[in-house]
């Protein structure tokens, strides 16, 4: 491999990384696009995508320096296919969800190739497939392990996962490292293959421990919306028995949908799940009655549930005629962050906007986050969301992005390995202004009030889509990449003394 | 160590280190001595040092072009700031601290233009822009916008001088703004000072708030004002305000911050702005006679110390920008894109960065492309490996593109195609 580095920015040039963002592999045929399946795009709702595929992810530790924290290390654990959510098992163990529908374990650093036994059947297609996972807040009493999925219907069969190796079906022959399109949200893992669009990905259970899955069959989706249709997301929980899922069982339904799907323990026990919504094509004839916006609708809703799954009798819309009882917070796009402020004790959501418009929302029981009628954003084909960036009536985010970073995972720090870190929140982000090989993750600081003050982009040299971002229980910080080729990503403080403070400098 | 002076593939970069072998092989946490980076405490400069620019060339990857060749034509101008291309192929550069150079051939002349005025160099104020009178052919001048000092403590100022192909003679003030301010420190900043031509023969000049935001929207004055003025700085009498009551006659638009970028659509002769909002709000415009762009009444940033300018980011009678930055970049220079080296970028507008998300090290330069209403597509991020300050980007009468980054070693940059 024929890779030259650079000097030019670096303070610190300790040697040499083979990243080989080099490479500018032929694409995939799909468009790109951010927050919707390809099959619900086409050509109506955005423009052709940038095709600039992301280079392949880091092999090998390296050291980058940041803004306020200087060195830090970078340490991959390759393997995985489109990872997707992280979850810390006391005895050490990173559990990590991958989106065509498998669920991994990595101990020592070192990714099993083994996948953990006991998943439900999962319809990956798009953005969808197997989602978020969490450890119930009392896991050690009950090993029980909280996740989201899409859910096929009762009719649609489901493609075979191996029960080792890449998290793809074999048949489909793309395996884990297939191109990926420049797509922000959807990749090739999970979509359509090549030359047969209507293809549903999905998973049938395998049955209980590994080694024992079902042959199944591919089926074909019948264009959007129709046949095989999107899968329902849905809350499952099952029992971590030390190497696999027991005892799974579904314990909320939510809708059909190609979107995705947070989930965060409150501080007050509560399970807060998000449902993400689709875009309708542009433009909206009546935006407040959009999904969003429709209070007996579970669409682009943030929802709060018991452990169990039932509505607990506190909820803000309990008993109120034309509602939900299951919604916590309305007026939500594509919710990919969900975090608990352990300060505050407040839970913080990120989604996505289209194109422009992402947001930081402190989410307070009953109000109204205002999409699709109020929204900083434009439509990917370039018409505004809305005329309107404020109502009356609709909460502001705390943050925001114009452009867009697409962002994802969302995690506050309070761990001391980084001091300088201390109640910063990281945001992922998996492509800017619409432009692919620009996925990084943001550090966002505050003032005593929780007004932010500055954001830093970190991991941009990468050039690597960032879906989820976490504080392990070792005070370090795990990054997963939102690619086919994904990656584990530890950042731990380098053990070499900081870098000279840079020269002030002007200002504006 | 394998080092080399080039970019080769642009974005990737270059500060790490291969620590033997896989991540499977380190296991643990880090080795005593970590201790010395966790702890550094706050308040403490924030970024990540930046290394002096190379000598270049660097090839860069980009998303559409797709290769570029960044050439450094000139190093060791400082904060160049303004940027002016000569019919004769030469170029002229202003520096902030008050001089004004020129590149002939391709290389910087060491000796400074003569003939400047007096100029309060001091902060972020200094010489800013230059451009030259749409008849220079004929008439041979070449206007400036500066920082003037005076009794009063500074202005924005802007001059003009005849050109006689080595220094400037017959300099003399075309317009003192009435933005007279005695203080110091944040009042030597927020200048604007760009000046375009338009289509219609006219001089626009930018004058920023100078951090005193209540003067956007005081018609009294020039605070955060685009002027329009004809060629020897006179009234033209088809101005908005003129024989208004209360309005300054030489006001164009109200209600901006600090103007940094300005140009003329070449299609549609449309004036162009761009402006820095504070921590986030950095804003482009569209400017039309009369109207008030808002600032410090409306914005979508956050004042440096956190709180929100404005809770509602919106008001009857007040324009909206039809581009805007969260967080900041700290917009300058724009140019819009209409030569045959890039086909690919053809009708692009590229805007300077100072710094992005207020973290020092930042700088770049952003592409913007449009569909064909002139709504927003998309925005890439460029120029982010040279980690500079860009104050300005221009396009050449060659096609290609020109850039200055601010810097106390400021550099005269060439963006050419990778063919």
Not at chain 2, 104 to 125: S, T
Not at chain 2, 179 to 208: N, P
Request: glycine letters at 14%.
């Amino acid at each position: 491999m024929n890779i030259r580095f650079t000097a030019v920015g670096c303070a610190l040039v300790i040697g040499a990384v083979a990243i080989g963002a080099a490479q500018q592999t032929p694409p995939a045929a799909a468009p790109g696009g951010r927050g919707q399946a390809p099959a619900a795009r086409g050509g109506a709702t955005a423009p052709p995508a940038v095709q600039w595929s992301t280079p392949p992810a880091p092999s090998a530790t390296m050291a980058l320096d940041t803004g306020v924290q200087h060195m830090v290390w970078v340490v991959p654990t390759r393997g995985f296919t489109q990872p997707w959510a992280m979850a810390f098992l006391p005895d050490g163990g990173i559990l990590v969800s991958e989106r065509p529908g498998c669920l991994r374990i990595v101990r020592g650093g070192s990714l099993d190739p083994r996948h953990v036994a006991g998943l439900p059947a999962i319809q990956a297609a798009g953005l969808a497939g197997m989602m978020d996972i969490a450890l119930h807040p009392r896991f050690a009493e009950n090993q029980l392990v909280y996740f989201t999925y899409h859910k096929p219907a009762a009719t649609t069969t489901v493609a075979a996962l191996p029960p080792t190796g890449p998290c793809a079906p074999a048949q489909d022959g793309r395996g884990g490292n297939a191109a990926a399109p420049g797509g922000r949200g959807a990749n090739a893992a999970g979509t359509p293959a090549a030359g047969n669009p209507g293809a549903v990905t999905a998973v049938v259970p395998a049955g209980g421990r590994a080694g024992n899955a079902p042959a199944t069959t591919v089926a074909p989706a019948g264009g959007r919306g129709g046949g095989g249709g999107q899968g329902t997301i849905t809350l499952a929980h099952g029992r971590w028995d030390g190497t696999a899922l027991v005892e799974v069982k579904d314990i909320f339904s939510a809708i059909p949908s190609g979107n995705a799907s947070r989930i965060v323990f409150g501080k007050d026990g509560m399970l807060y799940m998000t449902v993400g919504f689709g875009d309708i094509p542009p433009p909206y004839v009546n935006a407040a009655a959009a999904p969003p916006q429709d209070p007996n609708s579970l669409a682009g809703k943030v929802l709060r549930l018991k452990d169990d799954g039932t509505v607990p009798p506190d909820n803000p819309f309990v008993g109120r005629a034309g509602y939900r009882p299951e919604i916590f917070t309305m007026g939500h796009r594509n919710s990919l962050g969900l975090a608990l402020n352990p300060i505050t004790g407040e839970i913080w959501e990120s989604e996505n906007g289209a194109n422009g418009g992402d947001e930081v929302s402190v989410l307070q029981a009953g109000k109204n986050y205002g999409w699709p009628v109020v929204s900083f954003g434009r439509f990917y084909l370039g018409p505004k969301v809305s005329d309107k960036t404020w109502q009356e009536g609709m909460e502001q985010p705390t943050i925001f992005w114009v452009p867009a970073i697409a962002t994802s995972g969302l995690a506050f720090y309070t761990g001391d390995k980084f001091p300088n870190w201390k109640n910063n929140l990281f945001a992922g982000g998996m492509r800017q202004g619409e432009v692919p090989r620009s996925g990084h993750l943001e550090r966002i600081d505050f003032n005593d009030k929780w007004e932010e003050l500055h954001r830093e982009s970190m991991l941009r040299e990468l050039q690597q889509r960032i879906r989820d971002v976490r504080q392990g229980p070792d005070g370090l910080l795990y990054v997963l990449t939102a690619e086919n080729d994904g990656v584990l990503m530890r950042l731990e403080p380098a053990p070499m003394p900081p870098p000279p403070a840079p020269a002030a400098r002007g200002g504006r | 160590m394998n080092k080399r002076p080039a970019v080769s593939f642009g974005v990737v970069i270059a500060l790490a280190m291969v620590v033997g072998g896989s991540a499977q092989q380190r296991q643990g946490g880090p080795p005593a001595g970590a201790q010395g980076a966790a702890g550094r405490g706050r308040g403490q400069p924030i970024g990540v040092p930046v290394a002096p620019l190379g000598d270049g060339p660097f090839v860069i990857a980009t998303a559409e072009q797709p290769k570029i060749r960044v050439v450094v034509v000139a190093k060791g101008l400082s904060h160049p700031w303004g940027l002016a291309f000569l019919p004769d192929g030469s170029m002229l550069v202003t520096e902030r601290e008050g001089r004004l150079r020129i590149v002939r051939n391709g290389v910087l002349d060491p000796q400074p233009i003569a003939g400047l005025p007096q100029i309060h160099a001091r902060g972020l104020a200094g010489l800013m822009d230059i451009a030259l009178h749409p008849k220079f052919a004929d008439n041979k001048w070449i206007y400036l916008a500066y920082s003037k000092p005076g009794e009063k403590g500074a202005t924005l100022a802007v001059a003009r001088g005849k050109w006689d192909g080595k220094a400037l003679t017959d300099v003399k003030d075309v317009l003192v703004a009435e933005a007279w301010h005695t203080g110091t420190g944040a009042a030597d900043g927020s200048f604007g000072s760009r000046i375009v031509f338009g289509r219609d023969g006219m001089l626009y000049v930018t004058s920023g708030d100078r951090n005193l935001p209540e003067g956007g929207q005081n018609p009294a004055n020039h605070f955060g004002k685009i002027l329009r003025l004809r060629d020897d700085g006179t009234v033209p009498p088809d101005n908005p305000f003129v024989g208004k009551a209360g309005y300054k006659p030489e006001i164009y638009t109200l209600g901006h911050r600090n103007q940094q970028g300005l140009f003329v659509h070449p299609d549609t002769g449309a004036l162009w702005e761009n402006e820095q909002g504070p921590n986030g709000g950095d804003e482009i415009n569209i400017i039309l006679p009369g109207r008030n762009y808002g600032w410090p009444l409306v914005s979508f940033g956050r004042q440096y110390a956190g709180p929100r300018q404005a809770e509602i980011p919106y008001r009857e009678g007040m324009e909206q920008p039809i581009v805007f930055w969260v967080p900041s970049i700290a917009v300058s220079g724009m140019a819009l894109y209409t030569g045959d080296r890039f086909p690919r970028w053809k009708g692009n507008v590229f805007v300077g960065g100072l710094r992005t998300g207020e973290i020092p090290g930042t700088g770049h330069m952003e592409r913007i492309v449009f569909n064909q209403q002139g709504e927003e597509l998309r925005r890439e991020s460029m120029l982010t490996e040279l980690r500079q300050r860009i104050r300005d980007v221009r396009q050449g009468p060659d096609g290609l593109l020109y850039v200055l980054t601010e810097e106390d070693q400021g550099a005269l940059l060439r963006i050419e195609p990778v063919e």
